[in-house]
């Protein structure tokens, strides 16, 4: 199998940029893990290690749906890219641009006067987060994103096949751009930052991003079981339509507690509950999908691909119902069990998303049919279990937190740093579970298809 | 159904959630500066200062944040402001055991800083975060006890009461009763509690004028 078009080699650029980057996001993430428990543990302090954590999560995500987008829309569109030096050019100038912001924050870490304001602007650190990035930087990530849909937008227009896979990967990538703009202006109010901040965090990850997974959810399926279009789109098209009616008023979830009207708690409490339903749809539409499915090539594409669609539900889903009423959420709110959620959820619906995309069409681009699946295997355990214990032992630090800080009434530090030391110490040992995981799964994207397959192949052919 | 009537109910739906999100939002953000003081100089200052040292980065503010350090949208409520700016300027001076850097907060910015965290301890969050059950009704955790409190407690009214989720479930729950009954209302019912609900199985309160005065305050603030 090789690939149809050659300017889908594009993709991989954004992949190799990817898996740097989800590199670096697990190596400090263990660093901040292990700064729980020693504050002083790094030469930069807590805040500077956990944005670097949660925008390089961000950013390889977001570059990881680029490459996709990139490798999907000339298959579906059955032509070359459309501008790919422009295409190029996109790429080198995100690299530049995230390069540039993680050395501002390294350098504000060493020197913190360095973000004070020029001309009322932070140069180096916005200080909101998720969106830490500095105003020059937003400006420069929004000409990236225009040019990437602009380039997938003329390459549709060359042949006018109107999918409805690259319909729907294009609309949530549009609405994912429309949705940065709320983030981009100051407001002298809190309460309404925090506002605004959530149409662009929860509109991005409950909305525009589980729409881009339920397109390439559909297109995967597609392209590793050979499930025939319709049907596939059919119920591509129920399962993101029912993601937006729960999702877009679901964000009232984040509107109980920021000094926003009490009907939130209502059509937050209520919308929100229903959020995992489309969630597990789409685990029914994996499994029903892919239960008869004979001849699969890319069994490890398949995996990962059925193992994202039941992550998404249990991480995305479960692990948000349980504090998602008003009633639970009173007492939960801006606990260990947010973090332990956000952990489950981002790691089941787009990391395990972005992997997935990238055992299935890697192949291709490397001109390969089959390639060897061990350590696609290794790093999925690693990944997975290392995982789930992580969210288990955050899980358990933000029930002891709720019961005894919320309930009771004990200081905040003392019960981080007496009563929940253990649950820090055994998220370290996870975590660095997480990362022997991540490391398998990267020496595997720079060898695959590119050693020796003999051993493999001979296998079924003697048996 | 085909797929073009799937394709039509994920675009129009989709919008019609949206429309109903939209004018949602219009009208919150018409009561919103209700909810919360006016935003003097000072306090818009201090959110800059807020945000120039990434102070999201620790802390939460309104429970969003980073779960590393403590929430403190309420923390002047909690702390003298006097140690919180000592703190700030130089948190290990104060407290050795401070997780907290030195970033070189100057004396102007920490005035400012708590200026906004002034503000934002009074602004409506819905009554968030809730008071500690336990140590409300224990009154421990420097959450001491009213007069009231005491002879609540005193004269067992929670065995059959419940506020704030502590307490018995036969008689009625008590927690937002200084809404829904006025002092003569609940004075008179301390005293005869049948002449008011008939039929009422609660007994009568025999207790000193004074107490039952200090009592009816107490309920009066169950809001």
């Not at chain 1, 609405?175 to 991005?204: C, E, I, N, R």
Request: charged share 15%; with cysteine; aromatic share 16%.
């Amino acid at each position: 199998m090789t690939i149809k078009h050659e300017s889908q080699k594009i993709a991989e650029y954004f992949y190799t940029f990817a898996v740097v980057l989800f590199l670096v996001q697990v190596l400090v993430g263990v660093i901040a893990a292990a700064q729980f428990i020693w504050p002083g543990f790094f030469v930069l302090n807590f805040n500077i290690i956990r944005s670097l954590h949660i925008n390089a999560l961000v950013v390889w995500l977001l570059v990881g749906f680029m490459g996709a987008t990139y490798y999907v829309v000339p298959e579906e569109s059955e032509t070359d890219l459309w501008g790919l030096p422009l295409a190029k050019l996109q790429f080198w100038a995100t690299v530049g641009t995230i390069a540039a912001v993680v050395l501002g924050y390294i350098w504000m870490g060493f020197n913190p006067q360095a973000n004070s304001p020029v001309m009322g602007i932070n140069p180096l650190n916005e200080g909101r987060e998720y969106i830490e990035a500095p105003r020059w930087a937003d400006i420069l990530i929004v000409i990236s994103v225009l040019t990437f849909l602009f380039i997938n937008f003329m390459t549709m227009m060359k042949t006018k096949k109107w999918t409805g896979i690259q319909g729907v990967l294009l609309g949530g990538l549009t609405f994912l751009a429309l949705m940065y703009l709320p983030g981009l202006f100051y407001t002298k109010s809190m309460v309404k930052d925090q506002f605004w901040w959530w149409w662009v965090v929860h509109l991005w990850v409950e909305g525009a991003w589980e729409i881009i997974a339920g397109a390439l959810l559909a297109f995967m399926l597609m392209k590793v079981v050979g499930a025939r279009r319709e049907v596939v789109e059919k119920w591509m098209y129920i399962e993101v339509g029912f993601v937006m009616f729960t999702g877009i008023l679901g964000t009232g979830h984040h509107y109980y507690w920021i000094g926003t009207p009490g009907y939130w708690l209502w059509v937050g409490g209520i919308f929100s509950s229903l959020e995992p339903l489309p969630l597990l749809f789409m685990v029914w539409d994996a499994f029903r999908t892919t239960r008869g499915a004979r001849n699969v090539t890319n069994k490890a594409g398949l995996f990962y691909s059925v193992a994202h669609a039941i992550f998404n539900f249990v991480g995305a889903g479960l692990w948000g119902v349980i504090h998602t009423l008003p009633q639970v959420n009173k007492w939960t709110h801006g606990t260990q069990i947010t973090t332990a959620h956000g952990h489950l959820a981002f790691y089941g619906a787009y990391v395990l998303l972005v992997l997935s995309m990238i055992y299935i069409t890697l192949p291709a681009l490397r001109g390969v049919k089959e390639f060897n699946t061990s350590r696609a295997y290794r790093s999925f355990w690693w990944m997975t279990i290392s995982m789930v214990f992580i969210v288990l032992t955050i899980t358990g630090a933000g029930m002891v937190q709720t019961y005894m800080e919320r309930l009771m009434g004990l200081d905040y530090v003392t019960v981080k740093a007496t009563y929940n030391l253990w649950f820090w110490i055994l998220r370290v040992i996870f975590g660095v579970g997480f990362f022997y995981g991540v490391l398998i799964f990267v020496v595997d994207f720079f060898k695959l298809g590119r050693e020796p397959m003999a051993a493999v192949n001979a296998v079924p052919e003697e048996a | 159904m085909s797929n073009k009537a799937a394709r039509n109910l994920f675009i129009f739906g989709s919008l019609f959630f949206f429309a109903i999100f939209l004018a949602m939002t219009y009208d919150t953000l018409g009561k919103l500066d209700k909810r919360a003081p006016e935003i003097t100089e000072e306090v818009d200052a201090g959110k800059k200062v807020w945000h120039k040292y990434d102070c999201i980065g620790c802390h939460t503010i309104f429970g969003n944040g980073s779960y590393f350090a403590p929430e403190l949208a309420k923390i002047t409520e909690k702390k003298p402001k006097g140690y919180l700016k000592k703190f700030l300027m130089d948190p290990k001076a104060v407290n050795p055991g401070a997780s907290m850097p030195k970033f070189g907060i100057t004396a102007d910015e920490a005035d400012k800083l708590l200026a906004f965290l002034d503000w934002s301890s009074k602004v409506d969050t819905n009554g968030w975060p809730p008071k500690p059950i336990l140590a409300s009704a224990a009154g421990v955790g420097g959450v001491e006890l009213t007069q009231g409190q005491r002879i609540y407690q005193s004269l067992g009214c929670s065995g059959c009461h419940m506020i704030n989720g502590i307490g018995g479930t036969t008689g009625p729950d008590l927690t937002k009763v200084g809404s829904r009954r006025d002092k003569a209302w609940l004075k008179g019912h301390f005293k005869d509690p049948d002449e008011f609900v008939k039929g009422s199985a609660m007994p009568k309160v025999e207790a000193p004028e004074a107490d039952i005065e200090q009592l009816t305050d107490y309920m009066l603030t169950l809001k």
